[in-house]
């Protein structure tokens, strides 16, 4: 009974952040870690960044994306969170010879300091919750100024001693229709749920927790000789409200470029440096977000390396 009382108040505590955001359309859902997004550059330009897609995250926004990778990308990134939560990411996009790319990535989300007591209010120690998300991508350039793309993504979440898997798939799109002017789209966690194995509290039964499915649009286009790099993103899934995303980016010189944007009503902003090392650029990240409703704020750092051709 002791640990069956552990264990439900884990899920409680856990998912509280998002139960208490579910009454204004913004949480309460299976996967709300995935809505937070990876990758400092996309973060730090409001995660508008379905159109742009051409890091190491891009599978993580739209898997037409790695199509259009030169070489290869590779980053890992690690943010500081409010109630001690932690997000994890690392990421690999590499050019497929002669028109395709491929993607592999991994999120990590969770806390491992969380307070647990019994049913008594007795505390019974640390108790921790992990949610996962792997990725593997692969897209293909179509003609000059097109790519299609498809994503999978393996979910795995583990609370306490309870764990819950699922799989889903993603689809996109991105063309460009003038030089500096591209637009995307993509439909995300088709037929994405999780399987609990309830049999603890029941016998021989499961549990399926479904993922919103997930839809996207976006465009982008560079100005100021290409130094400057516009975005924005309409985004709305099956159980949310319509949300909004846009952000810009601006290379000062060679090495430094400086971001912002809003990303469903939270302000973004962040910075990079750049720094040509032996066989390809070196890039330093931060990116800050000011969530609302009480969530605090999200201070991200990201290391990344393109190897040159």
Do not use: C
């Amino acid at each position: 009974m002791m640990r069956k009382n552990i264990t439900y108040i884990l899920i409680v505590t856990a998912f509280l952040p998002h139960v208490l955001r579910a009454d204004d359309g913004h949480g309460g859902y299976a996967g709300a870690f995935l809505k937070i997004g990876a990758g400092a550059r996309a973060l730090a330009m409001g995660s508008a960044f379905t159109a742009v897609a051409d890091d190491h995250s891009a599978f993580i926004y739209n898997p037409a994306g790695v199509a259009l990778i030169m070489g290869q990308d590779v980053g890992l990134s690690y943010a500081l969170m409010s109630f001690d939560r932690r997000l994890g990411f690392i990421g690999f996009v590499t050019e497929l010879k002669p028109n395709g790319g491929l993607g592999l990535g991994w999120i990590n989300a969770g806390d491992s300091n969380i307070d647990g007591r019994d049913t008594n209010g007795q505390p019974t120690g640390d108790l921790s919750y992990s949610d996962n998300a792997f990725f593997f991508s692969f897209a293909q350039q179509i003609g000059r100024y097109g790519a299609l793309g498809i994503g999978m993504r393996y979910l795995y979440q583990k609370l306490e001693d309870q764990t819950a898997k699922g799989f889903g798939i993603d689809a996109g799109a991105r063309l460009h229709i003038l030089p500096q002017l591209w637009i995307g789209g993509v439909v995300q966690n088709i037929n994405a749920k999780y399987t609990w194995n309830t049999s603890y509290w029941e016998r021989e039964t499961t549990t399926k927790d479904e993922v919103p499915l997930q839809f996207r649009m976006g465009s982008a286009y560079r100005l100021l000789q290409n130094k400057l790099l516009l975005a924005i993103d309409v985004g709305k899934n099956t159980e949310q409200d319509v949300a909004f995303y846009g952000g810009g980016e601006y290379r000062v010189n060679g090495q430094f470029s400086l971001r912002a944007g809003l990303k469903d009503g939270e302000l973004t902003a962040g910075g990079s440096f750049l720094q040509f090392v032996q066989w390809g650029d070196m890039r330093i990240d931060y990116t800050f977000i000011a969530h609302m409703r009480g969530l605090g704020s999200t201070h991200l750092f990201s290391l990344g390396y393109r190897f040159s051709d």
